[in-house]
């Protein structure tokens, strides 16, 4: 039986608590879980690349089966490169099923051996988007309850 890797991918501008959830609730289902943050050249973010990077490195700090990893250009090409055959991607409300449904229609039908898993955020996270923590932080507001503590903003 072949090795089921997923990944996980977003821009993770920072990764949130719900985004730590669906990670360890996905190690419950597979063997290797490949965090990937897709650069997008046209897109502004909070925190530069390796910040990211080092965020969820530190929040999965000791965890074998978990990897980061950065990638351009779409999703299922990634997969194809990693040999992962599962997009995992986080739940929070209705508008986030509608969108992710489109996009897990799309890959599906470029490439249909890459399956995409949908997980509901646990509720306790359910309200925590990157967008809203970074209002936070320009707003010099704290973000402890929000983040995994692997995000050190100082």
């Not at 390796?50 to 990897?67: A, L």
């Not at 986030?96 to 399956?115: G, L, S, Y």
């Not at 995409?116 to 955020?121: E, F, G, H, K, Y």
């Amino acid at each position: 039986m072949s090795k089921k890797i997923a990944v996980f991918p977003g821009s993770f501008d920072p990764i949130t608590k719900g985004h730590e959830d669906i990670v360890k609730r996905g190690l419950l289902l597979f063997d290797e879980i490949i965090i990937a943050i897709g650069e997008n050249s046209t897109k502004n973010y909070f925190f530069p690349l390796e910040k990211r990077k080092s965020f969820i490195e530190k929040t999965f700090n000791g965890e074998s089966k978990i990897k980061t990893d950065t990638y351009n250009g779409l999703t299922i090409d990634y997969c194809k490169k990693v040999n992962a055959n599962f997009i995992l991607r986080g739940l929070r409300n209705p508008s986030d099923f509608e969108f992710e449904k489109a996009i897990a229609q799309m890959n599906r039908t470029m490439a249909p051996e890459i399956e995409t898993v949908l997980m509901l955020t646990a509720p306790e996270f359910s309200a925590i988007s990157s967008t809203i923590v970074r209002d936070i932080i320009r707003n010099n507001g704290d973000v402890k309850q929000f983040v995994p503590s692997g995000v050190e903003l100082k």
